[in-house]
């Protein structure tokens, strides 16, 4: 019989001086700057890199600004007092640059390093995201908005070299620090190819559809410091309460080994309390690295809302579908309402309490019942009904959003939850464009509004493009019978029928259903088509995030 734990995972150290913050643990701010340049002057350009090294924002810097900031805000549903508040004093402006395959090999051509681009393993990272397009989904007809040759940026002619992403609390700070790292590095042989501006469009954090963004994000393991209370990620549980109090941050919050996201750290093992083997796709200074995504994704708001508007209306006469709403339709779309609060846990309608709620928006599953937490401090995460046990997808389809990428506790087609871990991503990113008042109404903007999305990994090829080419994309995984991810998901399939090529479906059970705890044959379903795509890629790049010294000391020199 194996003993049981009596003492939690020793969680490794992380280089808070190495680490660039955007990274671990994010800038998470509500103004973001991006700007995409290229190389035209080898030497000029590595002088800059060397110029700005010190200026970029660490781990350890980073977690002190997130710290001030975590300190003004609460976690429970009392929360919504202070939600987009700056705290006074606080007016931190941060800075991260990464380096695609191309621009690495530009700039350590001839160099004692010209060798180390090789090194780098992950296929996407090497061919880059215009030249991947097509697996994540990407329309092939070269008239599409969505085919590379017309995207915005990244598309073949304006592959960039450099990307670099500004973060500030107020973007008066954030702006200008944004423009002088633009000004330096044009006058250092870097050419300027695309520049944008990202922000948050109200205080809780949603994006363009109107849902709450960023509420599942995975927990870092790792310290800053030898000290107890040094974790990346903190941890609010009763230490008592095992192993639940080491497997999460905040309830619900999965606890992931710091080399899924940085080279050179334990990544995810067949347990999830002991740490699997050091991560090191690179060469030798890539340690303390990260691969970079950036998707420009376009948002048809008004085709999303007209959409679930007029499959709602008709749905709404059918048996078991009486009275349902636009938005309950949109809400199995995401699996989420649109303040952030989970169907799993109020599956017949919203509250923004709970939506807000850090110790109970996001403690759930879904192949049992969801349990409540003691607290550290005292009391229990408790006070919502809780999430029942949803395993073939009653209550939060099989096809929502969350579930597409991230099954959590659920075995899926490659395995138990150790597959969910080591695919998860840290999402990083803002909206840009002018929020779109009345979806259904006029649009002076004309549909150019969407995100910025930024997400940070060990591997493109295993993380980000498996969740977009497995799980979001397919019909019947991470789990069958499944459906496509009608929110984000692309399917472009090769066929001669192009309606055919773009149809996605999804299913989703009636109220009565939901009630149930087994599938029969009885029970209200329908199966829901969508032949438009409502997020349409319009650039991006694979960009890779060097340690502080490896500027210094290797992309300089």
Known sequence: MTPQRREPPDEPLLDGDEIQGNAVPGFMKPFMGLAMLTVDDKAKAKAW??????????????????????????????????????????????????????????????????????????????????????????????????NPANWVVGGPGSEPDVLLIIGADREEKGAKLFDDL????????????????????????????????????????????????????????????????????????YLVWPGEFVFGYPGAGADPLVPGQINLPGPSWSRNGSYVVFRRLR???????????????????????????????AARVVGRWPSGAPIARLPDGDDEKLGVDR??????GF??????????????????????????????PMSAHIRKVNARETPGDFGGRRASFNRRVLRRGLPYGKRLENPLGLDPEHGQRGFLFLCYQASIADQFEFLCNDWMNSPTNPRSPSGNDMLLGQNNVPTANPLVARQRSATVFGREAAAATVATGGDPRVDVPAVDDFVIPTGGGYFFSPSISALKEVIAK
Not at 98 to 105: D, F
Not at 301 to 329: C, D, H, M, Q
Not at 383 to 394: I, N, R, S, T, Y
Request: negative net charge; contains cysteine.
């Open 367 to 396: 192949a049992a019942a969801a349990e409540a937490m003691p607290l550290a401090g005292g009391g229990t995460s408790n006070g919502w009904p809780e999430a029942g046990a949803d395993p073939v997808g009653l209550t939060c």
């Open 299 to 329: 948002q048809d708001v008004a085709g999303f809302w007209e959409f679930v508007t007029e499959y709602a209306n008709g749905l709404s006469k059918r048996p078991g579908f009486e009275g349902i709403s636009a938005e309950w339709l």
């Open 182 to 253: 633009r000004k330096s590095a044009t006058e250092s042989g870097l050419r300027l190819i695309y520049d944008e501006r990202g922000h948050k469009l109200d205080a809780i954090g949603k994006e363009h559809f109107g849902f709450q963004d960023g509420v599942s994000q995975p927990g870092v393991r790792g310290r800053t410091a030898r000290e107890p209370d040094s974790y990346i990620t903190p941890r609010v549980i009763d230490p008592s309460y095992t192993p639940d109090a080491w497997l999460y941050g905040l309830p619900g919050q």
């Open 49 to 146: 890199f060397g110029e700005i090294a010190g200026q970029m924002t660490t781990l350890e810097q980073t977690m002190e600004s997130r710290v001030k900031v975590r300190s003004h805000r609460r976690l429970g549903p009392e929360r919504i007092e202070r939600l987009g508040q700056v705290p006074d004093g606080v007016d931190d402006a941060s800075a991260n640059v990464a380096i695609s395959s191309g621009g690495l090999a530009k700039l350590l051509a001839g160099g004692e390093h010209a060798g180390d681009v090789d090194a780098f393993t992950d296929p996407a990272f090497s061919l880059g995201l215009a030249a991947r397009s097509s697996l994540l989904g990407d329309p092939t007809d070269p008239s599409a908005e969505g």
């Open 359 to 364: 110790l109970a928006n996001n403690n759930f």
